[in-house]
Each structure stands twice: as structure tokens, then as C-alpha cells.
């Protein structure tokens, strides 16, 4: 009986939360407390749409489809790579008050722009303008229909006013943190001073079983009955929203679960290019509002706006005095923008696992206010990108900072851990495969969010008179206690074989089906590790994560008046350069490099399939491919020359008059090497496993080509020992000016001849490749043009 009740003790501390006070109070993101970032355009996952930070918000958004084009049903919403946009994402956006976004739809664009206005007790009121217009390649003016939604999420209720037969005027609605109010939409038109359009209304009122089934209930209620009639031109069918029956699933024995039911109402207007049409919404305890915020008061409070972002900008990042093009300043908006108005406020509960249990777990149930590697493909939070995110929007906003900051500690456990990629909420998880979604917390990803931290202590140091940086203070105070957990939670669970070694947990176990088992916690995925995963390995990024984490600490644990010296002794042990060589010199490789159970000499290979003579070889599995191992592995260096042996280097931790520091130049710079004209690459040309697959299913990753975040700490690193005195600081000035330039170049380019920024980019040709867009840690390159670090 004891030995079950310890054991259901265990299974309970993974999902179990840290007993300390949360950093942020209960109600820190409601309208009464923070009013002017209630409302925002947190749906990164949709292409345009926004919602409250609130648990179960009403959400409103808009779903559009070209009418009479050859392709059957092109329904755009959830932003999907697969719809093939020429482009899209914010240019304009400063996280609070506006933005502007551009949508490249094959032949027309759709600019979507919004405005709030503060008012009342439930974070006032807002507008939206879209404009459509044809491209000059187009052969005639396209006709669009653009169906904006509300939706409640098992709470509130939402009611359609129709006028006219079928013309939706408004939706009033009523919520828990929303109170009373009314979504109008207004007639298109040609421009802001011309009159009405001819357009065809469709409308639909429904309920929706889940926010991820929207895009479904719209295409299930698809009709061609409608006729588009203009009063010059030809009567024609079009597509719009009718009736809405749910799909018949005769097998289906359960009823559906009405308690996540929630309200679902959708205009859809008709209309041709070129368009502009507004939508409005209202909050009922706005009372004295001295007009609507329609026409040409919402064109001047958008250039008023426009001014400000554009002023601010400069004011913070330098671009035109630094003598860039307006091109190149206005690409730098985009990615600014684009992960601001890419950040999103996510609810639910992770997925998650211990030893102690048998199957997941369900994890309490948080918020997350986070940014977003990529709209698109990954729109969710993820630990280590949100340190990297979080560099750049310090510079914009230190209090988007301390929010996201404390959101992540406040997902922490009692044991130290912080789930790794949050799936929170049905959308959330309806985009990630069932094998992604289950979380374990032996699993750690790099704390970068120590990078963040260091930044906003600098700003507090440099600038301790400052009302805003002041807030710095109070908000450590409280990350304290959970912050000392975490640390410990990597110091623990995380360490290597050897005093002051580290180990990442979480290799994949399966050698025989990788030609080099991955470390997802590591973030570097399928960079090249010991062949033999084993509890013998240590890793060098790893040491430097923590002589990073350990010093930042000590700053912080000072700056408050706690005791530091522990964190000072570890960070100094940590940085010790000798300690360093001992465990990672490769003096053969004569770079750093992890240790572990490790043969260079494998290799994928067809699996031997028998079939029997004479029967049909097509009766017998296809030959999958496994791994041999030619030589069998022993204790020794793991000898691969990229990313991972520069991190004494990335991190600063690294003497600026250690010998070392020249190999790493040399190495850096060297074609052969590291050094591409596009920025540099994760794996030397000259490793046996450059551009090498995994799988047959399994491309190269973080195998050869370059990714920005460790272009930019690489930067950033070059800046640091080009102003540190010592023997290699020239050659560090050299290179500094070479990289930067290298990788603004390209970025940019790709930027301008795809219309995306990317999440990678190839070593051989400079492209951009994998998913887009992606103004996760790639727009980075901003601070690289604005040399900030
Ligand atoms: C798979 C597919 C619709 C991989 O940017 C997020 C992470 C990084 O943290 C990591 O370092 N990316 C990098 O190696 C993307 C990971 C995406 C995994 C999700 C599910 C969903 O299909």
C-alpha cells in the first residue's frame, strides 16, 4: 500500500505546479488591469484575426475565397505554406495599437489593417479596414468574398441582426470579460470618399463544436445556389455560405460534446476589385465616444499611427542614420512587426510524462503569451526560440518582455521543468501530429530565456533612472524563487558524467534507425552527436548554457541583495578556460568538442529483406534503411566541427587571449569549413556527416545549412572580442564586418525575390528554405543591421 501510494505520489510532481506565488497576479491581462493589450491580433495561426488575453475568448477573424477562378474552393484562414501565398505578414505593428499587414494572394492584395481605440472597462474598441486590389499582371478585376466570423468559445453568446433579407449589419454579443457589445459591418467601398459597391450578402449562424473545426463548419456549408448579379455584366453562380449541417458519421455512436459548443456567426461579402470595406467593434461600456472610428477619422488615425511606428523605429533602431535604404528599412519593419503581431495568447493544458507514469498525463491548465517561430508551420511557443524572440522585442518593448518571460516561469513545476513546445488548446493541438504532442520532463531545451533576462538587466544598469527599465526590479523579485528552480532543475537533472560536466537527457534511443540519433533538446535537433547515446556523454553547448545561466543568475541574485556567491563560484568554475580544454579540446579535431561513445564509422544502409525463391518479391516489405556500424564505438571525442564547437566562443566564455579563439576564427572563416557567403554554416563541409539524411525520411537539419540565431550570437560574439582587448581583436573586427554583412545581404535578398523571411537558409546557394514565414529568431537580422547586442 505505501509503495502505490509513493509511486502515484511521483506521477503527480510532473504535473504538479511550482508552489511559490506566480509571477504574474490572476487577473494581470484582464481589460481592468491591462486594458490597452486586451485586445490584440494574438492568432498568429490564422492570416488575419484577433481575440482577448483571456482564457476562453471571444475570437473574430476572417476567412476569404476568390469566387469564379478555376480552382474549385480556395478557402484561405489558418495561415497554411500550402496555399501558397506571394506573401504575407505585418509590415506595421507596434503590439498594442495598430497594425498593417500586406496578404499576396495570387492575382490581388488584401491589406488588413486595424486600430484600437481605448474606452470603457473592457478594452474599448476597435476597426478594421481591408483593401482589396488587383495586381497589374491580373486580366480582369477579380470578384473576392470576404467572410468575417465571431466565435465564442464555450462561453458567451453571439446573435445576427440582419436587415435587407440576407445582409448581416451586425452581431451583438455579450461575454464574461467582454460585457455588451456590437460587431458592425459596413457596405464596401471603391474608396473612402466614393459610394457604395455592388456587392451579394451570405450570411450564416451556427454552432461551433471547437475553434479548430471553423474552417470546416464554412466548407461544409459551401453552396453554389447564389447568383452574383452586377447591374453591368454577366448574372453568375458563386460560392458562399449557406446552411450548415454537421458531416453525417453513421458510425458515430457518442454524441457530440456540447459543453465546448460555442456560438459561430459569418458574414460574407461578395464584392470586385479594387474594395475597401471596414468592420467595427464597439464595447457596450464605451459611452462618450466622440464618433465612430470609421472613414476618414480611421485614415487619419492610421497615418497618426503609421507616423509614430515610423519615428519610434528610427528612434530605436538607427536603420536610415546608419545610411540603409528605405527598401532595407522597411524590410526591417516587416520582421519587427511581423513577430509582434505574430505573438499569441495560448490556453490550455500540455500533454506530458514522467517515468512514474504509464501513460501522459494532462498538465494544469496555463496561459501563454508568447511569439511564434512561424506563423504558419510551428504557431505555438517554444522555450528556447522565445529567449532568441525576446532579444529583438526588449529593444521595442521591455514589458513584452517581462509578460512573456513570466508566463513561461509561470508554467514551471514543482520540480523545475518547463514543458518544451506548448500545445495548449484544440487549435493548438489540432495542428501537431499525435507522435509531437506528449512532452517529458527529463527533457530540457537551452535556457535562453537567461539571454532575455541579461538583456533587461543591462537596460536597468545602463539606465537605472528610467520609470520603464525600474519596473525590471519588482518583476525579478518575483521570477526569483522560480527562477533558482529552474536553474537548479537543469544543474541537477542535466549534469554529466564528470563534476561540472553537463549531459542533455532525451537522445533518441532507436540507434539502429538513424545514422546519428537526434537531440531535440538541444534544439540543434540531428547535429552530430556520439553515435552511441550513453550516460557517459557530455556536451559542450550544454557546459555553456549553464557558465552562461549560472553568471546571469548571480547577477540577478546581487542586483536583489540575495546571496550569490554559490552562483558566482559555479559561474566562475564553469567559465574556467582550463576546465573547458580538459573536457572539450579536441586536440585532434583541435576545436571543442562533446565526448561520448562515438564511431565515425556508420553508415545507412538497405536492410536485407528475405524472400523465399519463387515467391513474388512485391508480397515482401519495401527494404527500409537501418544503420550498420563498421566500426564498433569507444569512449573518444565526437570530432564534428559546426555550431556546437563554437559555443566557448558564441557564449563569450571564451578568453579573449586563449589561443583557442584563433582556431575558432580560422575554422570560422574557412570556405572549406564553416564560411559561406550567406552567413555560416551548421556543419564543416569537411564533416563526414555534412548534408547527410537521417532517415531516408529525414533530411539534413542542422546539418550544413544556416540558421540565424547562432548566425546572429556569432555575430554578436565577434562584436564582443572585436572591442575586448587582446591578441586576436583585429582579425575579430575583420570577420565582425564580413558576417554581418554576409547575412543582412541575404536575408534581405530572400526576402525581396520570395516576399519571406525563413526559417533557414541553404549553405550552397544562399535560399530560403524549410518553413516561411518565419519571423521567429531570423528577424534577428534587425538588431544585426541596428548593431545591438
Ligand atoms: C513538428 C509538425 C504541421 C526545429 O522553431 C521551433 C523548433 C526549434 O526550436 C528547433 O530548434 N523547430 C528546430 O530544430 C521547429 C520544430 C517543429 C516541430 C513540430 C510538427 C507540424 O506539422
Redesign the pocket.
Known sequence: FYALYMRSGLAKRVVTLHPSPPVLDANSSSAKVSPARFWGSYRPQVYFGMKTRSPRSIVTGMMWMRQFSDVDVNLRHTCEQGDRLQGYGWLMHDGITFGVQEIRDNDFTLTTEFVKRMGGDHGGDWTWRITAKQHSSAPQAPVISLMFYAAADTQGSLEAQVEERNRLASITGFSEELGNFKITFRKPVTGELSGAKYASYNYLQTKSPGLEKLTDIVKHSLNRRFVYSPPSGEKRHYIAVDTYKPPHHPNQQKPADTRKEGDFVVYQVTVQTPFQIEVLFESGSFHNRPNQLVGSIMTQELEKRKAEFDARFEKTFGLESKGFSQAHVKFGKAALSNMLGGMGYFYGQSVVQSVYNEYPLLYPEGALFTAV?SRS??PRG?L??EGFHQLLLSKWDPQVTREAIAHWIDLINIEGWIPR?QILGDEARS???AE?VVQHNENANPPTLFLALQELIEQFSSNPEKVETQLTLPFLRRLFPRLKTWFEWYNTTQKGPRPNSYRWRGRDKDTNLFLNPKTLTS???DYPRASHPSAEERHVDLHCWMALSSGIMASIAQLLGEPHQDYELSHQVLSDNNLLNELHWSEQLRAFSDWGNHTQMVALQKEKVYVPPGQPRHQFPVARLVRSVLRPPKPQYVNALGYVSLFPFLLHILSPDSPKLEHILRDMRDSNKLWTPYGLRSLSKADKLYMQRNTEHDAP??RGPIWININYLAVRALHHYSNTEGPYQEKATALYEELRTNIIDNVYRQYIETGYIWEQYSDSSGRGQGSHPFT?WSALTVLMMAEQY
Open positions: 517561430p508551420f510551428f517554444f528556447w526560440d513546445e495542428k501537431v501530429p509531437f534544439g540543434l535537433d537539419y542542422w521567429g
